[in-house]
């Protein structure tokens, strides 16, 4: 899982910044050297795909029995009516740009299985109940994505069902089972604080490694990505707009149905939060030689730190006036009594 603290969020960022112009750079002025690099692409996608199954704790799974009307409105927002606004988002917005639409839809589609968590932390939501929805959001997406690719993409990409399953089963269903296996295997033979120190370095190990990918995206693909820059700004207007819309519809449901501001700031952080590094890399191995679908992705991801962690100040803002309203009913009532 990819833990991002207060200062890993910028720190993040900058990495993939700093990968976008290197790897820009390298392919505009050292071609040879950026087709070399490029070459690398499907090792550091498996690596990739290894240490996010690696870092998920598939034990959490246990708590959702806990609370299944949360995790029922969870499953709800996140793969029912997200998909639905984040297709309705970047058809208005990308119609007529219809690889950059796609990759928008497979960002918006898929919730978050990692720094979610840590942005929940920084609002004061439940984490535990957090911790269960990470291995619950990733079996789902990886098991909707070839529906969804069929539904949202499958005019403007060809999507071939028996090869894109095949795709899947060798490069992620398979490395799943994998890390699973190792993740337990190590937790026994290590012991569990030595194992959480080595999920610790994993976590740090991540955001250089999606650098990586995003650098070797951009080294051998820049000339491409370069001719649709002017889709960068439609790009961004939609990413801020489904995420205007994501909040509003996390506000509504969690007042719908009177959460507690824990679940409240949980829920809004999962229809927030999008899995921008799984995503890139299934989509990587699924639809080979797309770069301006990767590129959408990866825009999505730089607009997305900036916007959990205002997002964490306005959760906490909304705590502050929570408790001051108990505060005051509480007196007031006292008072009366």
């Known amino acids: 899982m990819l833990t991002l603290k207060a ?3 910028s720190f993040t960022s900058l990495i993939l910044l700093a990968a976008i112009a290197l790897g820009s750079a390298l392919g505009h002025f050292a071609p040879d050297t950026g087709e070399r690099l490029g070459d690398w692409v499907d090792p550091t996608l498996l690596s990739l795909v290894a240490l996010l199954f690696f870092g998920v704790r598939f034990g959490a799974l246990l708590q959702a029995a806990s609370n299944l009307r949360f995790f029922a409105v969870a499953l709800l927002a996140n793969f029912v009516l997200i998909p639905l606004i984040g297709y309705a988002v970047a058809w208005l917005l990308l119609g007529h740009h219809p690889l950059f639409m796609v990759g928008l839809v497979i960002y918006f589609m898929s919730p978050c299985t990692d720094w979610f968590l840590d942005f929940t932390r920084l609002a004061k939501g439940n984490v535990a109940l957090g911790t269960a929805l990470i291995p619950l959001n990733m079996l789902v997406q ?45 937790r026994w033979l290590l012991g569990g604080e030595r194992f959480e120190a080595l999920l ?4 740090q190990l991540l955001p250089w490694l999606i650098g990586l990918l995003v650098l070797e995206i951009f080294v051998g693909n820049i000339a491409v990505i370069l001719e649709h820059r002017g889709v960068f700004a439609w790009v961004l207007l939609a990413v801020f707009i489904f995420f205007v819309l994501t909040f509003l519809l996390g506000e509504a449901l969690s007042r719908l149905l009177h959460f507690d501001y824990p679940e409240h700031a949980l829920l809004s952080m999962t229809t927030a939060a999008r899995n921008a590094p799984l995503m890139l890399a299934v989509t990587m191995a699924a639809l080979p030689g797309q770069p301006l679908i990767y590129a959408a992705l990866v825009i999505g991801m730089l ?4 916007h959990l962690t205002a997002l964490s100040r306005v959760l906490l803002g909304t705590r502050r006036e929570r408790t001051w309203l108990s505060h005051l009913f509480q007196a007031t009532r006292s008072r009366h009594q």
Not at 148 to 171: C, I, N
Not at 200 to 203: F, G, I, N, S
Not at 303 to 306: A, L, S, T
């Open 7 to 9: 200062s890993g969020v």
């Open 200 to 203: 610790a370095r994993v976590d």
């Open 303 to 306: 607009v997305e730190f900036p």
């Open 142 to 186: 990886l098991l909707l994505y070839p529906l969804y690719l069929q539904l949202f993409a499958g005019q403007a990409v060809a999507v071939e069902a028996g090869a894109l399953g095949s795709t899947l089963l060798q490069w992620f269903l398979q490395p799943l089972l994998l890390a699973i296996a190792a993740h337990q295997v190590l």
